[in-house]
């Protein structure tokens, strides 16, 4: 994280983050020059929501192409996983709001 | 894994429960019976023609063909065939061939499993055009001190360098090479191959009359001038 700006009428910090996997993290602010500042109640909640996925059924010999809809996606394909039963789906594009992906070739791997 | 297998899922990300992540594995909904690939010279495309059902038909979005993991562009679609236009592949043929309908794979894609292209046509364009003075032709590009070009046709120039685009129906792991017929030499020094389809070449220093035949060499295969244009 790192600061984006700095309101002191109200003694307030913006912060911005680039991204980071759905979880609880623990904030801890540090100041250069006082040390730390405090790490209590400091709580940031990461989440991404999955509001549609358009497919429920496929072939079984797989290639099925699913979109999944939702929010707090990231957009760098390497941070999506997408399992269909135990089958990796694999990333063919990722939006903020949408993944799209395609079963791979199941016949192939069982 | 069996037919109709129930995935009961649960979601891993936020609260995304009231959306069912349930999945079921169904038989494929198309099945591939032949397929075939012509070269449409109305076109200057290879079409690959696929035969089989399940197709949804005039829907271009509902069937998918990929070669070397690249998708090509779907022409037509009826219950019973499906075309598309060779638009990328690595090489002049492939065994990783894959035919999606909606539902995924079609049945028999994997019986399929070869497209090859027997190179019929090249195209040779030059990339630069060169103005003409009283018969002597000086590409600004490579002009230098005292020195002064010839060229001996409309294109290139006889010190080489000049840049020829060549179309054919090869792939961007395909050796190409561009000949001169009547000294059967290799006329390009460098081939850059960005795209399917297209390379371009940067000559060797070679005089070359406008009548001279040029032969495209494909990984070893030479294609005549006749099939160019």
Known sequence: MYVYSVDTDNKALQLKYNGAPSGEYEIILTHDNLGLIGTNDFIFEARSFITAVSANS????????????????????????????????????????????????????? | MSEEALNSGSPTCGDSAAVSLDW????????????????????????????????????????????????????????????????????????????????????????FDNVELDLVYFQVIPEHTIPQVDGVFAPARRLQDEETFFFSSEYGTSAGGDCYRIRGSFGLEDSVQLYHVPTMQGICREVRQQVYGEAYCETIPLEIASTDELALDVNGALIGCDDSS
Do not use: H
């Open chain 1, 58 to 110: 496929g072939s079984s010999l797989g290639g099925t192409l699913l979109t999944i809809d939702g929010k707090n996606f990231s957009e760098d394909p390497d941070d999506i996983l997408v399992e269909v039963d135990g089958y990796m789906c694999e990333i063919v594009s990722t939006t903020m709001t949408q993944i799209n992906c395609r079963l791979g070739d199941i016949s192939s791997l069982t």
């Open chain 2, 24 to 111: 079921t594995w169904t038989d494929p909904v198309c099945e591939v019976l032949t397929m075939n690939t012509e070269f449409d010279n109305t076109i200057n495309k290879y079409i690959v023609t696929v035969f089989g059902t399940g197709f949804t038909p005039d829907d271009l979005t509902s069937v998918s063909l990929f070669i070397d993991d690249f998708e090509q562009n779907t022409i037509m679609v009826s219950a019973t065939q499906a075309q598309f236009e060779i638009i990328n592949m690595l090489t002049t043929s492939s065994s990783n061939v894959r035919l999606f309908c909606e539902s995924g794979l079609c049945a028999g894609y994997d019986q």
